[in-house]
């Protein structure tokens, strides 16, 4: 289990230090469970975003909070699951990012069917928008 890492966790403990283009963008991190609870990753994910030139790093209140995916839980119990995610995005929106970043596709999932339909991507009204921590277009 020690040889197993998240991504990043393993950028952050080898100093990814590539060069990083300017995305003059207000970001809402918010922690995915298994990395803050199972994984305890919460410092990487934060440090490799303030890396990014022009990038502002948003504080999201409460951001150790499930938003409700859970795995299946938002199929075993739609009801919670969906009163978890709407405290979530309220918590998220609060901030008035111009993109939310997380590290679980599950959670991404969920808030971008949530707001907008069912789609992996989406714009929030007209400038936020939500992406896998992963993704390569930004």
Do not use: W
Request: hydrophobic share 30%.
């Amino acid at each position: 289990a020690r040889k197993v890492k998240d991504v990043c966790e393993f950028l952050d403990e080898i100093g990814f230090s590539s060069k990083l283009g300017a995305i003059p963008e207000r970001v809402a991190y918010d922690d995915a469970c298994h990395l803050l609870h199972g994984q305890q990753v919460s410092s990487q994910p934060r440090e490799l975003l303030s890396r990014i030139p022009s990038l502002s790093l948003l504080g999201v209140p409460n951001s150790d909070r499930c938003c409700g995916s859970a795995g299946i839980y938002n199929l075993l119990q739609p009801d919670m699951s969906e009163e978890l995610l709407v405290r979530k995005l309220e918590e998220i929106l609060s901030t008035k990012p111009d993109r939310i970043v997380t590290a679980n596709p599950g959670c991404t999932i969920l808030g971008t069917s949530s707001m907008c339909g069912s789609s992996y991507y989406h714009t929030i009204g007209k400038n936020s928008a939500v992406r896998h921590g992963r993704s390569s277009k930004h």
